[in-house]
C-alpha cells in the first residue's frame, strides 16, 4: 500500500546549526501536508503545513519544502536550538481522506 | 477547553480487564480522531469521528476495541478483555472540520496491561 517515510531515523546537529528533516511520500493524491514535534511524554504538537498548491511555506524558524515531482517534503529549522530536540513526523492527507497518515518519524537531537 | 483533554494520563490495568479512556476535545471541534502510539512507533489509525458518527471503523485493531463519542463533544475508547500487546499511548486529536485542517492533539493516555 501506499505509505509515508523518512529517510533518516536519528538527526544529531550542533546547536546554532541549520536542520533538514526529509519526508519521503508515495501517495500522489495527496494534498494537504502537516509536520508535528514530539517531546517526550507529550502528544503531537502542529508545526507547520503546507497544500499541495503550493512548494514553500515558511513559519517562525521553520521552513516546509515540497517537492510534489518526486514526492518530497521537508522541514528546515533555522538556528536549532537544544529546545527543538524531539520526534519529527510528517503526516499526509490524500485528497478525499479524511484520515492524517503519519510517517515513522525522526528522532532530532541538538547538542549544546 | 483550552486544548485536548485525555484521562486518565496513565493506566495500568490487569490482562483481560476491560479500559475505558476518555478525550475531551476542544470546543466546536467536529472532527475527532484516535491513534494509538507504541513505543518508539509512528502513529496508527483508530478511528475517526464526524459529531458523533463514526463512518470507518476499519481501523481498530480487533473487536475487542470500541468508540462513541456523544453531543459532538466527548469520546471514549473502550478496549475488552485487554491483552499485553495492547500496551501503548493512546492518543486523540481534535480538528475543526473533518478535511484537511490542522489536528490539535492531547497528551495521551498511556496504557500498560500487566
Redesign the interface.
Known sequence: GESVGLHLPTLSVQEGDNSIINCAYSNSAS??F?W?KQES??????II?I?SNMDKRQGQRVTVLLNKTVKHLSLQIAATQPGDSAVY?C?E?PGGS????????TSLIVHP | GAGVSQSPSNKVTEKGKDVELRCDPISGHTALYWYRQRLGQGLEFLIYFQGNSAPDKSGLPSDRFSAERTGESVSTLTIQRTQQEDSAVYLCASSKVLLGTEAFFGQGTRLTVV
Do not use: L, M, W
Request: positive net charge.
Open positions: 494534498d494537504y502537516i508535528y511524554g507529550k502528544g503531537p504538537q502542529f503545513d497544500r513526523f503526516a492527507t479524511y484520515i492524517p497518515t503519519f510517517g515513522r518519524g
